[in-house]
């Protein structure tokens, strides 16, 4: 989405002539934009006169926005021969030289600044500068500490950092299953190991949320099979206590897990048979949930938890049952009134299992995935219900990413324009960013994309999506600023 509209230039007003200017993205300071000389120059003009000034080349800097977490910078000065100090955001100032080049930088604004001093010792005392904004971009996650390569894993955000835990990798011989993960640091780019004391057997095709201060796994498949048990883990503490199993839910996996803001919600799932049951889970104890009014008994479908409504409800959609029938149906459960209902069926999208859905906040966004009637269908459509009205509205195909399933969807809540992204699923590298108001679609950019992959997963860290893990087992993860 663009910014060109929501730039500015550190201090919010561009001076010029005793005057407050506002400033634009990609906006230089006032002394830079005073005057320009036929080389290109921004003429960063000395108020205090003392000599020297520092000029920033209007063709040595990022464009604004720019989708390139790269940045070079071309300077110089009016005392040649200079010295020069170099200042990134709010970083200290060192020393440096033309070109100062940066990589990896995070997405959204930023602001370099550059003051020149001449041989003679005059020091320039009003800095250049020159802001940015940086969108639609990928930069690679670090592998120095990275958990071992694996699909089919869980991922969670605690609000600072991102813990992929569990999935599996089969070396050609055996599959294994694994009870390692990582916590993953946006700020520091950094990983640190997940504790393997107390930890549940290794897994796959299982389910976390994250419940205010610790991660929940439960269920999936373990080495002897569909299991019911699983752990709580504390980042804090890097510890594990596993969970109690009186009363839980049957095993199984492919079932979904939804956290509440007090109880986690397990529904459906997949054991010798499909299951149309659940139970929640109060951090404590199991409480089982109905099945009178419950959905059919199905695997590989999605859930949300519909929070912001009147009465918030877990919403149900899609995937698949006994007889490799494919839904395009749904259900509400009300842990209030413990109660299902059904969800509308009129202009739902069409059957489908392995598509992805998401919570706006006041709609969910279901989209993509796949079913198979002798051939398989990969699927460029999706919808949006409102369980206010209990309606279904079709997303936009204009400008939709390619059919998929195994993808991964986030909802960019926070962001200036919030969107849904899309991406990766069929062993691609591709997304799209789905705009709800506009019912509009934009892709991803590929230039610095992961490798193509299924079987990822995914977290939205308040300002950018982050992507790890695969099914060709690769310890390179991704870093997306919409």
Request: glycine share 14%.
């Amino acid at each position: 989405m663009s910014r060109k509209d929501l730039g500015f230039c550190g201090i919010g007003f561009c001076l010029f002539l005793g005057l407050a200017m506002s400033c634009g993205p990609g906006s230089e300071s006032a002394n830079q934009a005073s005057s320009e000389n036929d080389s290109g120059f921004g003429m960063a003009a000395s108020a205090q006169g003392s000599g020297v000034n520092t000029k920033i080349s209007k063709t040595g800097r990022p464009a604004s926005p720019s989708n390139s977490t790269r940045a070079t910078f071309k300077f110089s000065c009016t005392a040649a021969p200079c010295t020069f100090k170099c200042k990134l955001d709010s970083k200290a100032w060192t020393t440096c030289v033309s070109p100062k080049k940066y990589s990896g930088l995070a997405g959204g604004d930023h602001t370099f600044k550059v003051k020149a001093a001449s041989s003679s010792g005059q020091s320039d005392r009003t800095p250049a500068s020159y802001s940015w904004h940086i969108e639609d971009a990928w930069a690679a996650t670090s592998t120095k500490h990275a958990p071992a390569g694996r699909s089919n894993l869980t991922a969670v955000w605690t609000g600072t950092k991102a813990i992929f835990w569990g999935g599996d990798y089969y070396d050609g011989v055996d599959e294994h299953y694994l009870n390692t993960g990582g916590v993953y640091d946006p700020a520091t780019d950094s990983w640190a190991a997940t504790a393997t004391n107390n930890a549940p057997a290794g897994r796959y095709i299982h389910t976390a949320v994250w419940a205010d201060t610790q991660m929940i796994v439960w269920g999936g498949y373990i080495s002897t099979g569909t299991t019911n048990t699983g752990g709580k883990y504390n980042p804090g503490t890097n510890s594990w206590v596993a969970l109690e199993t009186a009363n839980a839910p049957t095993a199984r996996y492919g079932q979904t897990a939804v956290w509440t803001g007090s109880e986690m919600i397990v529904w459906g799932g997949y054991s010798g048979g499909y299951i149309n049951t659940g139970a929640r889970y109060d951090g404590n104890s199991w409480t089982p949930n109905p099945t009178s009014n419950a959905p059919t008994a199905r695997g590989y479908h999605t859930a949300v938890w519909a929070s912001g409504l009147a009465t918030p409800v877990m919403i149900v959609w899609g995937g698949i049952g006994t007889g490799s029938v494919y839904f395009n149906d749904g259900g509400r459960y009300d842990p209030s009134g413990n109660s299902w209902s059904a969800t509308s069926g009129v202009n739902a999208p069409g059957i489908r299992d392995q598509h992805t859905a998401v919570w706006t906040g006041s709609k969910m966004i279901i989209w993509g995935g796949s079913y198979n009637d002798g051939a398989w269908h990969y699927l460029n459509t999706g919808g949006i219900y409102d369980p206010v009205g209990d309606s279904w509205t079709a997303t936009a195909i204009s400008n939709a990413p390619a059919g998929r399933n195994g993808h991964v969807a986030v909802w960019t809540a926070g962001a200036p324009v919030p969107v849904m992204i899309v991406w990766g699923g069929n062993d691609l590298n591709t997304g799209g960013r789905y705009d709800l108001g506009a019912d509009s679609w934009a892709a991803t950019q590929t230039i610095n994309a992961p490798s193509g992959r299924s079987a990822t997963s995914a977290v939205w860290a308040d300002t950018h999506m982050i992507i790890w893990g695969d099914s060709n087992y690769s310890t390179i993860g991704g870093r997306y600023w919409p």
